[in-house]
């Protein structure tokens, strides 16, 4: 079945320590984005990508890097400089155009301990 | 710059009854597309429905209906007939006119359906 795929369900990590998550697409998108979700503040964008090595910062890209080396991959990295790294992942994709539905996987929750 | 606000951070209403999600966005551009996602206890957010803002129409999709009122900035989202399944977080979203533009949420609105 196509989808998007993101793993680990739930990752632990310690202070100081740089974490990688995980997003797979089988959709043939161009466009995959990555969005923090805390409550109360809804969905803010990290970083997305409308095509295979290009992406560019979202509104809260400080603390994160990512890379798309290929169309179906992009995975976020949160590094020890993310002051506050505890919270919801959510990856998603989309062909290109403004009208097009953005599909999600089903998040990452990352917890720093 | 674009922003989203969702002014009802909760609202609750009983089954088989409707509820209206209130929705409003700033921007200068003429045409852009407007989304509700709904996000259940899954977590896994699912498009609910689309308004592109050139059509007049307002888009409808089974029980969900919006009413898109463009001078007024204004996207709301009725649910008709609510059920138990529609409990979840409902975000509106704001897309410009062109390919390179950002999805950009709102802070959602958590709705409860009460049996």
């Known amino acids: 079945d196509g989808g998007i795929t993101q793993s680990p369900k739930y990752l632990f990590r310690k202070e100081g320590q740089n974490v990688t998550l995980s997003c797979e697409q089988n959709?043939?998108?161009?466009?995959m984005y990555w969005y923090r979700q805390d409550p109360g503040q809804g969905l803010r964008l990290i970083y997305y990508?409308?095509?295979?090595?290009?992406?560019q910062k979202g509104d809260i890209a400080e603390g994160y890097s990512v890379s798309r080396e290929k169309k179906e991959s992009f995975p976020l990295t949160v590094t020890s400089a993310q002051k506050n790294p505890t919270a919801f992942y959510l990856c998603?994709?989309?062909?290109?155009?403004?009208?097009?539905?953005?599909?999600f996987g089903q998040g990452t929750r990352l917890t720093v301990v | 710059a674009q922003t989203v606000t969702q002014s009802q951070p909760e609202m609750s209403v009983q089954e088989a009854e409707t509820v209206t999600l209130s929705c409003t966005y700033d921007?200068?551009?003429?045409?852009?597309?407007l989304f509700w996602y709904k996000q259940p206890p899954s977590r896994q957010m699912i498009l609910v429905i689309r308004?592109?803002?050139?059509?007049?129409q307002n888009a409808t999709e089974n029980r969900f209906s919006v009413n898109f009122q463009k001078a007024a900035k204004s996207f709301s989202l009725k649910i008709s007939d609510s059920q138990l399944g529609d409990t979840a977080m409902y975000f509106c979203?704001?897309?410009?006119?062109?390919?390179?533009?950002?999805?950009?949420f709102g802070t959602g609105t958590r709705l409860q359906v009460f049996p």
């Open positions: 921007t200068s551009e003429s045409n852009y597309y």
């Open positions: 990508s409308q095509i295979v090595n290009d992406f």
């Open positions: 959709l043939n998108h161009d466009a």
């Open positions: 979203a704001f897309r410009g006119p062109y390919n390179t533009d950002k999805l950009i």
């Open positions: 998603a994709s989309s062909v290109q155009g403004a009208d097009t539905e953005a599909f």
């Open positions: 308004q592109e803002a050139y059509k007049q």
